[in-house]
């Protein structure tokens, strides 16, 4: 039985995030259901809704993933998971779906280790050179740059 993925996230982020999920595993969008979190909704209208689409897709484990630690998503996802045979990952980017959709398969122990180590291997600062430091070719370079 596969593990479905349940994305909790200030909207529009859930949603962006299934799309973008959807774009590179165009067979996974059956596993990935999304809830964004209205800016005015009530947190106890929101946990009603995440429960009733959990329900709605009948019992498997669950893997659910909020944006943000202690805030409203994070919040109602953490009374959605007690009781249930679901686990909360917080922190969510495009990494961390990504490698959990990929191994949706796996049990839910393991992909939520999945989970974490693709969230924070995605995260890394790239060295690039910035364009003052670049050589310009001679083609670029303009006699009179210095002449107004």
Same mark, same amino acid.
Not at 99 to 126: F, I
């Given at each position: 039985?596969?593990?479905?993925?349940?994305?909790?996230?200030?909207?529009?982020?859930?949603?962006?995030?299934?799309?973008?999920?959807?774009?590179?595993?165009?067979?996974?969008?059956?596993?990935?259901?999304?809830?964004?979190?209205?800016?005015?909704?009530?947190?106890?209208?929101? %946990? *009603?809704?995440? $429960?009733?689409?959990?329900?709605?897709? @009948?019992?498997?484990?669950?893997?659910? =993933?909020?944006? !943000?630690?202690?805030?409203?998503?994070?919040?109602?996802?953490?009374? %959605? *998971?007690?009781? $249930?045979?679901?686990?909360?990952?917080? @922190?969510?980017?495009?990494?961390?779906? =990504?490698?959990? !959709?990929?191994?949706?398969?796996?049990?839910?122990?393991?992909?939520?280790?999945?989970?974490?180590?693709?969230?924070?291997?995605?995260?890394?600062?790239?060295?690039?050179?910035?364009?003052?430091?670049?050589?310009?070719?001679?083609?670029?370079?303009?006699?009179?740059?210095?002449?107004?």
């Amino acid at each position: 039985m596969s593990t479905r993925i349940f994305i909790i996230a200030h909207a529009p982020l859930a949603h962006a995030l299934r799309e973008c999920a959807l774009h590179v595993f165009a067979d996974c969008g059956d596993s990935v259901m999304v809830l964004d979190v209205q800016p005015q909704a009530a947190p106890e209208d929101t %946990l *009603v809704m995440a $429960r009733s689409m959990l329900q709605a897709q @009948g019992e498997a484990p669950t893997l659910v =993933l909020t944006d !943000v630690f202690g805030a409203t998503p994070c919040n109602i996802a953490q009374r %959605l *998971v007690e009781g $249930r045979d679901a686990r909360l990952v917080t @922190g969510v980017n495009l990494p961390m779906l =990504l490698r959990s !959709v990929c191994y949706r398969a796996e049990p839910l122990d393991a992909l939520v280790q999945r989970a974490v180590v693709g969230g924070t291997q995605g995260v890394m600062q790239v060295a690039i050179s910035a364009p003052q430091n670049q050589i310009r070719q001679s083609h670029d370079q303009d006699q009179h740059d210095h002449q107004q």
